[in-house]
């Protein structure tokens, strides 16, 4: 055996059988055997050259940990190394700063001079008012590199950066017409020949046609790339203008087909609107034969090929919005609060949504009409206006009743209705007003109406008479109201129970098939609030606007909605059917799906309302 406690180059052998001890040097072993002697020696290099290596691996790893680490450190809020923005070096710059260099660039572009080469002649354009650079999304863009990915990841990339360059092109817009409007004033050969298109202007009593005719033009898109290649490279030059002939983009032919559409459009009506829900809308007329000195034309570009269009007057049509539909559109938004009375929930003030008419986007919806013809239904013009909705809201949404979202609105027009029915209208809305319901309690339209007669305050109006005539009697235009709560409870995906359609259509509920008739005992309308918690019932009747709204208030319970009608189900005798499908998905994942059916007798078997001696015993549905 070898004791490793023998001075050095000294081996000690024993045997098993006896004490005896022998002593050898290693340097005796070397001259015994001199092939082993060199093995010993390079053993001996190596070891000591190992334990080098290993001791500068170390050193290495070490160093290398370190300057991970400061650089990581340094590059903690700083673009990584050898980033280049059109081929401008940032790496190792702040955002802030590398804004600044960017910009600096960007003022030196901007003083370079851009020239416009035309044969032998030089001129200079101003780049200021033909492009604009977004530095700031520059830079965010180039600053994500190595500043979005997991810790290894961005570790990985600012080391990798050291040997790893990246050229990022600096992002800009160019104002094309600006840029053609440019070369056509600075070039003397194309500014005095111009192309001039022919027009259609109104004069006195008729629209009439204006010459055209052609001129010069050059390669815009020729050109339009040798001004991106300088951009790009944040530098100034030349831009060589090959000049041509230009027809007019409007000619006789086409300017005599825009005054054909002017004619027609003459003959029609245009229609503008706004839906409130996609179903009940404010509608507005204007005919067009009265305001002909509106009627301008404009050059409109549609696949490659100009057209002329008539168009109302902007500032016309911008002042007729302004003074004759913005003041009724307006209506300010209403907040409501969740009170304590008691301990019991107490509503103060009453939701409302708010509209305001978006003046310049409705000029444009408009004048963008006339491009998609008539509508078929109706023979006009139509337009959809633009209004901003800005919807009420709970201000205490943490309340502890827990009544914290606006869970469905439901809407419906009375516009046309007489004044002893917008009473009913207003009469029964008020005792449905602030209703409360706790979570699993049902709900009764007739309870809450009352007796339909005049001791409870209602007036007499049209209403359904054993399904085939209207009469006027207590309580018409009740189902008004029952009718826009129904829109409620479906849009808000409640249980319902009861419900019964009109036995024809009636023309205050349309889309067909989400109107709900009641009488006093039947039919009802009656749900369920089968939410886990309590609801609220509020409503808003609006004169001005014929309006009927309600508000489901509550909380919500992650159930997922979606509707689908009026579907069509065809004839059956002097009867037609529609239909409407709710589809309910309940956080839990399960999901069940309903139909409303609605049947309705064809309007012609309906018999006219003619005065005659009171009936008796007649059984009554309110509508």
């Given at each position: 055996m070898?004791?490793?406690?023998?001075?050095?180059?000294?081996?000690?052998?024993?045997?098993?059988?006896?004490?005896?001890?022998?002593?050898?040097?290693?340097?005796?072993?070397?001259?015994?055997?001199?092939?082993?002697?060199?093995?010993?020696?390079?053993?001996?290099?190596?070891?000591?050259?190992?334990?080098?290596?290993?001791?500068?691996?170390?050193?290495?790893?070490?160093?290398?940990?370190?300057?991970?680490?400061?650089?990581?450190?340094?590059?903690?809020?700083?673009?990584?190394?050898?980033?280049?923005?059109?081929?401008?070096?940032?790496?190792?710059?702040?955002?802030?700063?590398?804004?600044?260099?960017?910009?600096?660039?960007?003022?030196?572009?901007?003083?370079?001079?851009?020239?416009?080469?035309?044969?032998?002649?030089?001129?200079?354009?101003?780049?200021?008012?033909?492009?604009?650079?977004?530095?700031?999304?520059?830079?965010?863009?180039?600053?994500?590199?190595?500043?979005?990915?997991?810790?290894?990841?961005?570790?990985?990339?600012?080391?990798?950066?050291?040997?790893?360059?990246?050229?990022?092109?600096?992002?800009?817009?160019?104002?094309?017409?600006?840029?053609?409007?440019?070369?056509?004033?600075?070039?003397?050969?194309?500014?005095?020949?111009?192309?001039v298109d022919a027009g259609v202007?109104?004069?006195?009593?008729?629209?009439?046609?204006?010459?055209?005719?052609?001129?010069?033009?050059?390669?815009?898109?020729?050109?339009?790339?040798?001004?991106?290649?300088?951009?790009?490279?944040?530098?100034?030059?030349?831009?060589?203008?090959?000049?041509?002939?230009?027809?007019?983009?409007?000619?006789?032919?086409?300017?005599?087909?825009?005054?054909?559409?002017?004619?027609?459009?003459?003959?029609?009506?245009?229609?503008?609107?706004?839906?409130?829900?996609?179903?009940?809308?404010?509608?507005?007329?204007?005919?067009?034969?009265?305001?002909?000195?509106?009627?301008?034309?404009?050059?409109?570009?549609?696949?490659?090929?100009?057209?002329?269009?008539?168009?109302?007057?902007?500032?016309?049509?911008?002042?007729?919005?302004?003074?004759?539909?913005?003041?009724?559109?307006?209506?300010?938004?209403?907040?409501?609060?969740?009170?304590?009375?008691?301990?019991?929930?107490?509503?103060?003030?009453t939701l409302r949504n708010g509209y305001c008419l978006d003046i310049e986007n409705s000029v444009q919806s408009i004048n963008r009409a006339w491009q998609h013809g008539k509508d078929p239904s109706s023979g006009c013009y139509l337009a959809d206006l633009t209004v901003s909705h800005i919807e009420g809201s709970i201000l205490n949404p943490d309340n502890e009743f827990g009544l914290s979202d606006v869970l469905s609105v439901g809407v419906t027009d009375f516009f046309g209705s007489s004044i002893n029915r917008k009473h009913n209208i207003q009469h029964v809305s008020d005792r449905i007003q602030n209703v409360f319901l706790e979570a699993g309690e049902l709900f009764s339209f007739v309870k809450k109406m009352g007796p339909i007669d005049s001791l409870s305050g209602y007036r007499k109006e049209l209403v359904i008479v054993n399904g085939d005539s209207t009469e006027p009697q207590y309580g018409g235009g009740v189902c008004q109201v029952s009718s826009t709560l129904f829109r409620a409870i479906f849009f808000a995906g409640l249980k319902v129970v009861n419900r019964k359609s009109h036995s024809f259509e009636v023309a205050y509920y349309k889309p067909a098939g989400l109107d709900a008739t009641v009488f006093d005992p039947a039919p009802d309308l009656a749900f369920v609030n089968d939410m886990p918690s309590s609801i609220f019932i509020q409503n808003y009747v609006d004169m001005k606007k014929t309006k009927v709204y309600f508000f489901i208030i509550g909380k919500k319970d992650g159930r997922k909605l979606s509707f689908d009608g009026p579907i069509y189900g065809g004839t059956m005798g002097k009867h037609y059917q529609y239909s409407w499908t709710r589809d309910i998905q309940m956080a839990d994942g399960s999901r069940h799906t309903e139909e409303f059916v609605s049947i309705y007798k064809d309007k012609n078997a309906i018999k006219k309302y003619r005065p005659e001696p009171a009936k008796t015993e007649n059984l009554a549905v309110l509508h």
């Open positions: 070898i004791d490793r406690r023998l001075p050095r180059n000294q081996l000690e052998f024993r045997t098993r059988s006896n004490s005896a001890v022998s002593v050898l040097r290693l340097n005796d072993i070397r001259s015994f055997n001199p092939a082993f002697s060199n093995v010993i020696s390079i053993s001996s290099a190596l070891m000591a050259a190992g334990k080098c290596v290993f001791a500068f691996g170390f050193i290495l790893i070490g160093l290398t940990l370190v300057l991970a680490s400061v650089n990581s450190i340094y590059l903690s809020n700083r673009i990584v190394w050898n980033t280049f923005i059109a081929g401008n070096d940032v790496g190792g710059m702040t955002r802030s700063e590398a804004k600044q260099f960017l910009e600096s660039k960007i003022r030196d572009l901007y003083k370079q001079k851009i020239y416009l080469r035309n044969r032998f002649s030089l001129y200079p354009i101003r780049l200021e008012t033909i492009a604009a650079f977004d530095v700031e999304g520059t830079v965010d863009k180039v600053y994500q590199r190595g500043h979005q990915s997991g810790f290894f990841e961005n570790e990985q990339s600012q080391l990798t950066s050291y040997i790893d360059s990246k050229n990022e092109m600096i992002r800009y817009v160019i104002n094309e017409t600006a840029f053609y409007n440019a070369v056509n004033q600075a070039i003397p050969e194309l500014r005095d020949n111009q192309p202007v109104y004069n006195g009593d008729r629209f009439e046609i204006t010459e055209g005719n052609d001129g010069l033009g050059f390669e815009r898109d020729f050109a339009t790339r040798q001004l991106r290649a300088l951009i790009s490279d944040l530098q100034g030059g030349e831009i060589t203008i090959m000049v041509h002939k230009k027809n007019a983009d409007i000619d006789s032919e086409k300017a005599a087909a825009a005054q054909h559409t002017a004619s027609i459009m003459l003959r029609s009506d245009l229609k503008m609107q706004y839906t409130y829900d996609g179903y009940n809308y404010d509608r507005w007329g204007l005919n067009l034969s009265q305001i002909r000195q509106w009627i301008n034309f404009k050059k409109v570009i549609e696949n490659g090929t100009s057209k002329l269009y008539p168009i109302l007057d902007e500032a016309k049509l911008r002042k007729y919005l302004a003074e004759k539909i913005a003041p009724y559109m307006y209506t300010p938004k209403q907040d409501i609060t969740v009170m304590s009375e008691d301990g019991a929930p107490k509503i103060q003030g």
